[in-house]
């Protein structure tokens, strides 16, 4: 693995990432709960879990329209459907590739969040999260999920957010971004006061909201012009999370709800690079936020980030020493990333063991209570 040595630079040393338990995979997972039992191990069977645990891995069912295959090749547009659509076999024996035990999945971007028509977006996000409850229980041990939610409607939003927690299990929820709402040519943010009760009931429910990025809206894209390449996940994808999370950071929800977690993916959308500027020019502007806290201290206290396709070195250790490795948990982005690639990177990473397991899988144990 590389090490970042004190000049700063990579260096190489050899793996121990067996020995440390990272690569153990799904076997050595299931001999580890086999000991536990005959040890008598008064520890629960989740709490002995050495595989990877990943959470931003994304399913469609067939019927679920994606709007983004113009944006690939047909050839890799047709693997990319054929990973979201393969709630069984193929998944897992992915996960298995990258040494992954656990996936949270969710329904793939922009899902309910496009769908303007309000009684539409309800009746799909229910849908879908029956779909995905019905796979999960033929894979429990495996799979897991988010709730997929139809943002549209807050208090129905509210609804199905508890019901697919207390009766379906899930971990959660997953909104793709802003909603749209009533009318395509509509951009709604959940800073705004009609979902503070939905933010109250997250907290109540003890749960994290995973703030998923979509591309602006089509008449929003002014300044990708010439360059639509941009809009998606090259850029589009980063600018317009990051925005939304600094807007929930600097409308005093965290002062009002401050127990509330929230999951940025593709470690932080940049946040965490660009955190100090955005609360020193804050300060010299004075431009009277009403926030008890700095934004950098609601990032480290409020948000955990995932690795979720951006398998890069220097950024992940600047995301460490910007929220602390205690908040960042491992994630592929798969099928729109490789199970392998994420793998190869994470087990080379400059950082230490401990970091290691810890953004492998023990944070999101202690997340999740697995």
């Given amino acids: 693995m590389k090490e970042v040595s004190t000049k700063g630079r990579i260096t190489r040393r050899s793996a121990v990432l067996v020995s440390a338990g990272i690569l153990a995979g799904v076997n050595t997972a299931k001999a580890a ?20 645990i990943a959470l931003e891995e994304h399913f469609a069912p067939p019927d679920i329209a994606e709007p983004y295959a113009q944006r690939f090749s047909p050839g890799t547009w047709r693997q990319i459907t054929q990973g979201l659509e393969d709630m069984g076999t193929g998944r897992i024996a992915e996960m298995d590739r990258g040494g992954v035990e656990l996936c949270v999945l969710s329904l793939t971007a922009p899902g309910i969040q496009a769908i303007a028509n309000i009684s539409q977006a309800i009746a799909v996000a229910q849908r879908a999260n029956d779909y995905l409850a019905e796979h999960i229980a033929k894979h429990p041990n495996r799979l897991k999920g988010f709730a997929a939610l139809p943002m549209q409607d807050p208090q129905v939003a509210i609804r199905e957010m508890t019901r697919c927690v207390k009766e379906l299990g899930f971990c959660g929820a997953l909104v793709n971004g802003f909603s749209q709402v009533g009318e395509a040519d509509s951009a709604v943010y959940y800073d705004l006061p009609q979902y503070r009760s939905f933010w109250a009931t997250a907290q109540q429910l003890d749960v994290p909201v995973y703030l998923h990025p979509r591309e602006p809206l089509a008449t929003r894209q002014q300044i990708y012009e010439g360059h639509p390449w941009f809009a998606a996940s090259a850029w589009g994808f980063g600018v317009e999370t990051s925005t939304h999370a600094l807007r929930l950071m600097g409308s005093g929800l965290f002062d009002e709800y401050p127990k509330l977690n929230v999951i940025l993916g593709h470690l932080g959308e940049g946040l965490p690079f660009n955190i100090w500027r955005v609360d020193h020019r804050i300060s010299k502007a004075q431009l009277g936020i009403r926030t008890k806290l700095p934004m950098a201290q609601y990032l480290r206290e409020n948000f955990y980030v995932t690795t979720s396709g951006n398998f890069r070195t220097q950024t992940l250790v600047d995301a460490m020493m910007e929220v602390g490795a205690d908040r960042i948990l491992y994630s592929v982005d798969y099928p729109y990333e490789d199970m392998g690639e994420a793998t190869e990177w994470f087990d080379n990473a400059a950082i230490s063991e401990s970091d290691r397991l810890k953004i492998a899988r023990s944070n999101a144990q202690k997340l999740f209570r697995l």
């Fill in 33 to 52: 709960q086999d000991s536990g039992k005959k040890a008598g191990s008064a520890k629960p069977d989740a709490a002995l879990m050495t595989g990877r």
